[in-house]
Antibody, heavy 120, light 110 residues
Framework: EVQLVESGGGLVQPGGSLRLSCAASGFTFSSYWMSWVRQAPGKGLEWVAN????????YYVDSVKGRFTISRDNVKNSLCLQMNSLRVEDTAVYYC?????????????WGQGTTVTVSS | QSVLTQPPSASGTPGQRVTISCSGS????????VNWYLQLPGTAPKLLIY???QRPSGVPDRFSGSKSGTSASLAISGLQSEDEADYYC???????????FGGGTKLTVL
């Protein structure tokens, strides 16, 4: 079964750091782009970042550039999002997602999400 | 303010056909395909339509997608109570070098 499981969320003060992880199973992780998508409370979906199969290309939404870093470990089948200088507006459920089965879908497999709360 | 524009709400009665629009620009919908996602409360999004009009396995043919120019739409025919959910469109944006989503449309089945 194709599965993505996020972890690492929690409560952090503004200016703090947090590292999210996503464990992948059931598919050849190293063959697919991976993404992080977030959803603030009561708001819509916002793509955060993605990373190419070999990690050679990474893209970020403007609001997190210079603060967040996406990375992957194709041996451990894991995806990470290092979040620094966190702001209140980064509070959201963070989903790990990938395009595994349907070419051009962007994201056809999603994790259950991990909650990040930035508050003093 | 989302890059792609969707109506915040839509509604219909059981059995009816409803459509949800998604408006973008030349850098996203105008030059790339559109995907649609469905999200039930408290759950992760689920892929509903990809590459404008393709349905993943398991998605009923009551759901259909189309695209014209810089706009796209999702149509749901034979509306059912379980269709009540939030619907999002998305496309890659060549100028932003990233995925952009619509703000979401909350569908209510009356």
């Amino acid at each position: 079964e194709v599965q993505l499981v996020e972890s690492g969320g929690g409560l952090v003060q503004p200016g703090g750091s947090l590292r999210l992880s996503c464990a992948a199973s059931g598919f050849t992780f190293s063959s697919y782009w991976m993404s992080w998508v977030r959803q603030a409370p009561g708001k819509g979906l916002e793509w955060v970042a993605n990373i190419k199969q070999d990690g050679s290309e990474k893209y970020y939404v403007d609001s997190v550039k210079g603060r967040f870093t996406i990375s992957r470990d194709n041996v451990k089948n894991s995806l990470c999002l290092q979040m620094n200088s966190l702001r209140v507006e980064d509070t959201a459920v963070y989903y790990c997602a990938s395009e595994v089965s349907y070419y051009g879908s962007g994201m056809d497999v999603w994790g259950q999400g991990t909650t990040v709360t930035v508050s003093s | 303010q989302s890059v792609l524009t969707q109506p915040p709400s839509a509604s219909g009665t059981p059995g009816q056909r409803v459509t949800i629009s998604c408006s973008g620009s030349s850098s996203n919908i105008g030059s790339n395909t559109v995907n649609w996602y469905l999200q039930l409360p408290g759950t992760a999004p689920k892929l509903l339509i990809y590459r404008n009009n393709q349905r993943p396995s398991g998605v009923p043919d009551r759901f259909s997608g189309s695209k014209s120019g810089t706009s796209a739409s999702l149509a749901i025919s034979g509306l059912q109570s379980e269709d009540e959910a939030d619907y999002y469109c998305a496309a890659w944006d060549d100028s932003l070098n990233g995925w952009v989503f619509g703000g979401g449309t909350k569908l209510t089945v009356l």
